[in-house]
T-cell receptor
Framework: AQKITQTQPGMFVQEKEAVTLDCTYD???????LFWYKQPSSGEMIFLIY??????QNATEGRYSLNFQKARKSANLVISASQLGDSAMYFC????????????????FGAGTTVTVRA | DTGVSQNPRHKITKRGQNVTFRCDPI?????LYWYRQTLGQGPEFLTY????????KSRLLSDRFSAERPKGSFSTLEIQRTEQGDSAMYLC????????????FGQGTRLTVV
């Protein structure tokens, strides 16, 4: 079964507007972490934001915020005030278990969402 | 530059040849990962090191693939007798044991097997 599902293959957004990227996940582990990465055309995966399963508040990092709905198993990324440089592929990923565990360390990625920001 | 460094950035090889890629992680990171990414897909886990110990290999990693991390520093990924299906982006990442466990990625090595 897919652990991470991103249902939006591509999205267009007008510059300066906000965009929400959907991510749902599947795990039975009570301890997990959710990550969003940005991958521009250059290929490098850039870490954006993290949400731990026990975190009480939604994570925010500058223009990025994570809408974490634990009961629904969703972790949507919101990019506010879109910029042309935000055009890229965005991936949602999950680490199951504690980060200190030797055996629960790898990330499972979704298929990604391509975001194109229009001027 | 103190980020994860991968070499080469691009590699074109003929089917049947062997190739080797190198990854230099962030210096204080003790965990190192290899992922493979095919066009239009998210990265898939291949293997993982904590210091010099290789702790897991994915079933995606056939016996033609081998990875090493001597002395717990840089890592190499070798593919023997390459096949066209090996064409992909090979991404290396590193992380600390402490903290959130977020992985920092290099720019990848794009392999094309012709």
């Amino acid at each position: 079964a897919q652990k991470i599902t991103q249902t939006q293959p591509g999205m267009f957004v007008q510059e300066k507007e906000a965009v929400t990227l959907d991510c749902t996940y599947d795990t039975s582990d009570p301890s997990y972490g959710l990550f969003w990465y940005k991958q521009p055309s250059s290929g490098e995966m850039i870490f954006l934001i993290y949400q731990g399963s026990y975190d009480q508040q939604n994570a925010t990092e500058g223009r990025y915020s994570l809408n974490f709905q634990k009961a629904r198993k969703s972790a949507n990324l919101v990019i506010s005030a879109s910029q042309l440089g935000d055009s890229a592929m965005y991936f949602c990923a999950m680490r199951e278990g504690s980060p200190r565990s030797l055996h629960d360390y790898k990330l499972s990625f979704g298929a990604g969402t391509t975001v194109t920001v229009r001027a | 530059d103190t980020g994860v460094s991968q070499n080469p950035r691009h590699k074109i090889t003929k089917r049947g040849q062997n190739v080797t890629f190198r990854c230099d992680p962030i210096s204080e990171h003790n965990r190192l990962y290899w992922y493979r990414q095919t066009l239009g897909q998210g990265p898939e886990f291949l293997t993982y090191f904590q210091n010099e110990a290789q702790l897991e290999k994915s079933r995606l990693l056939s016996d033609r693939f081998s990875a090493e991390r001597p002395k717990g520093s840089f890592s190499t990924l070798e593919i023997q007798r390459t096949e066209q299906g090996d064409s992909a982006m090979y991404l290396c990442a590193s992380s600390l044991v402490q903290g959130k466990g977020e992985a920092f990625f290099g720019q990848g090595t794009r392999l094309t097997v012709v």
